[in-house]
């Protein structure tokens, strides 16, 4: 089963607007991940944010997580038409070696 | 520094068949992860590899496995194949094993294999 889930499934936005997309989660977590994902290829490593952290950023993109709420949310902000991807969320357990993944989030950057 | 390698990148296998997949990691990492993901379940993680030990399993039947060499690379082999095992095969490395409780440390994902079963 999932640990994370993704909202909404699909956004579809124009170029230079900025995209927000949620996951929220069960469990307690050690940390949460975003990952990118291009169509065919493999899963690029976004920001990572700690159980005792509240808003990272890196570029572009801001990751902010609530604990009480077991939710954190990715913001893209000017969006480009190479932002056209899936992306994932995914959360690391204390004591748990895996990564649990959400079932993703497809942007669409329209130009 | 080269990322992480896998091959092949497609394979299309017959039902019953059995099938070896290949990781290199990124040159100094010692932990090794691979993941399925297929449009219905999503990434589902398979196991991890650290110093040739199998350190963690996920929910798959025991036709799935894998191994760890000295030098880290991986493979991974699944036998007697079924439809339900077409999917993309990720492998991911990172430096240190347990890195998501204990390290806070990303994992570097290869883009995969592709493999479809007939």
């Known amino acids: 089963s999932q640990q994370g889930e993704e909202d909404p499934q699909a956004l579809s936005i124009q170029e230079g607007e900025n995209a927000t997309m949620n996951c929220s989660y069960k469990t307690s977590i050690n940390n949460l991940q975003w990952y990118r994902q291009n169509s065919g290829r493999g899963l690029v490593h976004l920001i990572l944010i700690r159980s005792n952290e509240r808003e990272k950023h890196s570029g572009r993109l801001r990751v902010t997580l609530d604990t009480s709420k077991k939710s954190s949310s990715l913001l893209i902000t000017a969006s480009r038409a190479a932002d056209t991807a899936s992306y994932f969320c995914?959360?690391?357990?204390?004591?748990?070696?895996?990564?649990?993944f959400g079932a993703g989030t497809t942007v669409t950057v329209r130009a | 520094k080269a990322g992480v390698t896998q091959t092949p990148r497609y394979l299309i296998k017959t039902r019953g068949q059995q099938v070896t997949l290949s990781c290199s990691p990124i040159?100094?990492?010692?932990?090794v992860s691979w993941y399925q993901q297929t449009p219905g379940q999503g990434l589902q993680f398979l196991f991890e590899y650290f110093s040739e030990t199998q350190r963690n399993k996920g929910n798959f039947p025991g036709r799935f496995s894998g191994r760890q060499f000295s030098n880290s690379r991986s493979e991974m082999n699944v036998s007697t194949l079924e439809l339900g095992d077409s999917a993309l095969y990720l492998c991911a490395s990172s430096l240190e094993p347990g890195w998501g409780s204990y390290s806070n440390q990303p994992q570097h994902f290869g883009d995969g294999t592709r493999l479809s079963i007939l």
């Open positions: 995914a959360t690391a357990r204390p004591n748990d070696y895996k990564l649990s």
């Open positions: 040159s100094g990492h010692r932990s």
